[in-house]
């Protein structure tokens, strides 16, 4: 699934490194693609994504697409952040159990409960992208 | 391999507060004059003479300390010749439990047999906000959670909401741990926050990270901690009274702040195994202990590790809690010395707070906090969101 693009007109607070290893992740998540590594050996997905399977610590993996849907694990809104966030404060962010079976943490976006049914969204920033998780929406039609 | 046992046999503590800053003078305390002053009045209540000391186990002084190589700094500046380690120890939270067994594996190792578990940590010089854009990063993958503004804290406050929603329990429920501590704290004479304080004062309070208040979160504070390390022939020596070190145990799931492999979360699985082990190596049960001092930077996480060591039932530490079972007077009183809410959280030397409360309480010396006839007390610390913890059994020898 391709991800909704939600552009933001301020770069980000904190922006992640990149490795040439993670590049990939980042220049696919520009484009509404959320992708991981899997191994090849266990076959066994990561995130964030890894050249050492974590499992098995095999170097060899390959990069996977993943739907970028999930369920909200729990959640949180921060009043009293790190001076950087302050711009964004008051600001949610959660936990998300993706249907591939990974856990990930995240921003979060709009009115979503724990156990809810939830989608991943990227957030094009001025400098680059981040991701965050909004309540799921049932796509009708395909909008390629 | 039969060890000779280990004991805590002396300390001393800095009441906990904020202490960094220029006077109008233009002084300051300095780090290291605090805790020379703290070695000095440690080795007096363990009844040891400087001469006995050969070993230091240091906590890693906050980044806003300025003198550097703060344990070699001490070993001249106390002129002790050391022929067991000198050394600082880092472990986010678990910091002091570290340097706590470090001390007690040198005497195990017979390279002294009196060790120093010692540091301080100032840093309310630093304003919050800063100090969390340094704090974010050690409780989270830099690249992977810190860009969307995780805080330290956000992680129990997510322990907390999932509770909440699996268990039906209410924000009111944990807040009351809140007004437990503050109880406790009013008759601990090193506490920083001493005034009383209700349910009511608690849930009025600004929202932190939900649904956590600001008195449901810990506050900043300086402190510092010494405490003497000795083999038991030692304490013996001494005719004093001492805690003996009866059971340990570590764990490390493998995860930071959260498993990629989706976990249950709040089941503080390490905290389990190291309890386990604590417990199976001193011979005893869960309701053996008669007092626990639990590393729990916000009322949920000490709810859970109730839970997670056997203390409560799964689901119930909160309620239980609300019941006064862990309350000074329960069934299993819990952070008697106020615990981090409200005796203080200098984060770095917290968990020697809490051993030092188990060696007076132990002892006999908790004054109008005493448990009576205390003589099992454990201490749980942790690190990350409780992604590994460490548990000490200490028993009373009068």
Request: charged share 20%; with cysteine; proline share 6%.
């Amino acid at each position: 699934m391709t991800l909704d693009l939600i552009d933001l007109e301020q770069e980000r607070a904190y922006p992640p490194r990149q490795s040439d290893f993670t590049k990939p992740f980042w220049d696919n998540l520009t484009r509404g693609i959320f992708t991981t590594t899997r191994c090849d050996s266990c076959n066994r997905p990561s995130f964030p994504p890894k050249p050492i399977c974590p499992h098995c610590w095999t170097d060899q993996v390959s990069w996977i697409e993943l739907e970028g849907a999930g369920t909200l694990y729990s959640k949180t809104t921060v009043h009293a952040g790190p001076a950087a966030f302050v711009r964004d404060l008051p600001y949610s962010v959660g936990i998300i159990d993706l249907d591939e079976g990974l856990r990930i943490a995240a921003r979060i976006i709009g009115d979503v409960n724990i156990g809810d049914r939830v989608e991943l969204v990227v957030l094009s920033y001025i400098d680059g992208p981040l991701y965050a998780a909004k309540r799921y929406t049932v796509r009708l039609t395909s909008s390629a | 391999m039969q060890h000779e046992a280990v004991t805590i046999l002396g300390g001393a503590a800095l009441p906990v507060g904020k202490l960094q800053g220029v006077s109008e003078v233009g002084t300051q305390q300095l780090e290291h004059e605090v805790l020379a002053r703290l070695v000095v009045d440690a080795l007096h209540d363990a009844g040891l003479d400087k001469t006995d000391v050969g070993s230091m186990v240091f906590t890693l002084p906050r980044p806003y300390t300025q003198q550097k190589y703060f344990a070699t700094f001490m070993a001249n500046y106390l002129r002790l010749p050391c022929d067991g380690l000198v050394m600082e120890v880092m472990g986010n939270g678990m910091t002091p439990a570290l340097a706590l067994q470090a001390a007690v594996d040198q005497v195990r190792l017979g390279r002294t047999k009196v060790a120093l578990a010692l540091g301080v940590n100032f840093e309310t010089g630093t304003p919050a906000p800063e100090h969390m854009m340094s704090s974010m990063r050690a409780t989270g993958d830099v690249d992977f959670h810190a860009p969307f503004g995780f805080t330290p804290i956000s992680w129990y406050a997510m322990d907390a909401m999932r509770y909440i929603h699996e268990f039906g329990s209410s924000r009111e429920d944990l807040a009351s741990i809140a007004v437990k501590n503050r109880h406790h704290a009013i008759e601990n004479p090193i506490a920083q926050f001493r005034k009383p304080m209700t349910l009511d004062d608690v849930l009025a309070q600004r929202p932190i990270v939900d649904p956590l208040g600001l008195f449901e979160v810990p506050g900043r504070g300086d402190g510092a901690v010494c405490l003497v390390i000795a083999r038991e022939d030692i304490a013996k020596s001494t005719g004093r009274p001492y805690t003996r070190f009866r059971g340990e145990g570590f764990f490390h799931e493998g995860a930071h702040q959260i498993s990629e492999v989706p976990n249950d979360m709040i089941a503080f699985e390490a905290a389990r195994i190291a309890g386990a082990r604590a417990f199976k190596a001193a011979g005893i049960n869960p309701d053996d202990i008669d007092l626990a001092e639990i590393y729990a930077p916000c009322t949920i996480v000490e709810v859970l590790v109730s839970e997670a060591l056997g203390f409560c039932p799964r689901g119930q530490g909160a309620k239980q809690a609300t019941e006064g079972e862990t309350a000074i007077g329960g069934r299993i009183p819990i952070c008697t010395s106020g615990g981090l809410l409200s005796r203080g959280h200098p984060a770095y030397v917290t968990a020697l707070y809490s051993y030092f409360e188990l060696l007076e309480q132990l002892r006999g010396r908790g004054g109008p906090r005493q448990v009576k006839n205390a003589e099992l007390g454990l201490a749980c610390t942790e690190l990350g969101n409780y992604n590994a913890a460490m548990v000490h059994i200490m028993e009373a020898v009068a």
